[in-house]
Structures are given as structure tokens and as C-alpha cells.
Antibody, heavy 121, light 110 residues
């Protein structure tokens, strides 16, 4: 059974930094692209970042480029999102999401439980 | 404003068919697969339809997807009370080099 166990969400001040983690199990982690998707309170889903299985290709949504860094440790089956220069508009539930393959437009077939990041003074 | 456009709401009575549209462009839906997700408030989204019209294991065939040009649709036939949820379309966008979601459609069972 695929499991994505997230950690790291908390309250942080504007301008602060935070690292989210997602520990994966139940599948060959390095064979799949992984993503972060967020959902602001009462709002829709927004894709944040993607990384291919061997970290060869990395993508970001425009609003987080230069502030967020996605990475993965395939030996630990863990996905990370390093977030710097946090803003109030980054407040959201962040989901760790597995794709159904590596390269290509595979669907998001498994989602973590979500972790709340609140940016506020 | 979302790159993919969905109606904010849709409704129907039990047993009816509800259709949700998802309008995109030549850089996303026009050339890429569309996937659909169902989200019950307070829970993580669940894959409902992938690659435009395929069902993951366990999803009833009351849900169906289609695509024409730069638009896609999700149909829910035989509407049931448990179908009350938010529904999202998503596709890869070649111009943006990223995934783009629709704004979501809240389905209400009257």
C-alpha cells in the first residue's frame, strides 16, 4: 500500500523559512515523479512544484520560483520542500503527491494527508 | 484566476446527470491528457478519471470523462448524495512547464 506521510507544517512569520518533508513507502520511490500541491483556506487546488524520479527535471509555479526548492532523497524515500521568504499568501495546506509515472503527464495517483503552513505575525 | 476554467457550481437531484466543463487552451488540454479529482471538504483529493476517460480501480462508471479540442468534460450520471463534493480538472501546460488546475466545481445534490 502506498503511503505518503507528511511533516513540517507550522506557524511561521512572514519572511521566515520552513522545510516540509514527505516520507514515502509502498512503492519504488525513485521511479516516480513527485509533486507538491497546495490549497489555501477555502480556495482551490494549486500546483506548486514537481521533480522527476532522478531529480533530472524540476519545475515550479511562477509565484514560488526563487523562494521554494523541491528536492528528494531516493535512498531515504523522502521528498522535501524548502520554503524561504514566506508570505501571507503562502498560507495553505500543502499536499505531497505521487505521479503515476516519471516523465510524461501522468495523473496524481496518491496524495499525502496534507500539512498546514500558516504565515502570520 | 485559474488557467483552466470550470463553472463554480453545479447541482442536480438524485438520479440525474450533472456535467462539469473544463476549458483550456492549445498548450494544455489541446495536446495533453486531462485528469479529474474529487475532493470532499477536509480530505485529500481523490483521482476520479485519468487520461481524459479512464477509471482508476474502485471508481464507479457513473463517472465519465471526455475531451474535444481545448475543452474537457466530466459527467456524473445517476447522481447520488455521496457525490456532493468539489471537482477539479488538471492538465500539464507546455507553455508554463507546469501543471494547471481548474478553479473547482462544487456539486450539490438537491
Amino acid at each position: 500500500e502506498v503511503q505518503l506521510l507528511q511533516s513540517g507544517g507550522t506557524l511561521v512569520q512572514p519572511g521566515g523559512s520552513l522545510r516540509l518533508s514527505c516520507a514515502a513507502s509502498g512503492f519504488t520511490f525513485g521511479a516516480y515523479a513527485m509533486n507538491w500541491v497546495r490549497q489555501a483556506p477555502g480556495k482551490g487546488l494549486e500546483w506548486v512544484s514537481a521533480i522527476t524520479g532522478a531529480s533530472a527535471s524540476i519545475y515550479y509555479t511562477h509565484s514560488v520560483k526563487g523562494r521554494f526548492t523541491i528536492s528528494r532523497d531516493n535512498s531515504m524515500s523522502t521528498l522535501y520542500l524548502h520554503m524561504n521568504s514566506l508570505r501571507a499568501e503562502d498560507t495553505a495546506v500543502y499536499y505531497c503527491v505521487k505521479e503515476g509515472g516519471d516523465y510524461g503527464d501522468h495523473p496524481f495517483d496518491n496524495w499525502g494527508q496534507g500539512t498546514l503552513v500558516t504565515v502570520s505575525s | 484566476q485559474s488557467v483552466l476554467t470550470q463553472p463554480p457550481s453545479a447541482s442536480g437531484t438524485p438520479g440525474q446527470t450533472v456535467t462539469i466543463s473544463c476549458s483550456g487552451s492549445s498548450s494544455n488540454i489541446g495536446i495533453k491528457n486531462v485528469h479529474w479529482y474529487q475532493q470532499v471538504p477536509g480530505t485529500a483529493p481523490k483521482l476520479l478519471i485519468y487520461s481524459t476517460n479512464k477509471w482508476p480501480s474502485g471508481v464507479p462508471d457513473r463517472f465519465s470523462g471526455s475531451k474535444s479540442g481545448t475543452s474537457a468534460s466530466l459527467a456524473i450520471s445517476g447522481l447520488q448524495p455521496e457525490d456532493e463534493a468539489d471537482y477539479y480538472c488538471v492538465a500539464w501546460d507546455d507553455s508554463l512547464s507546469g501543471w494547471v488546475f481548474g478553479g473547482g466545481t462544487k456539486v450539490t445534490v438537491l
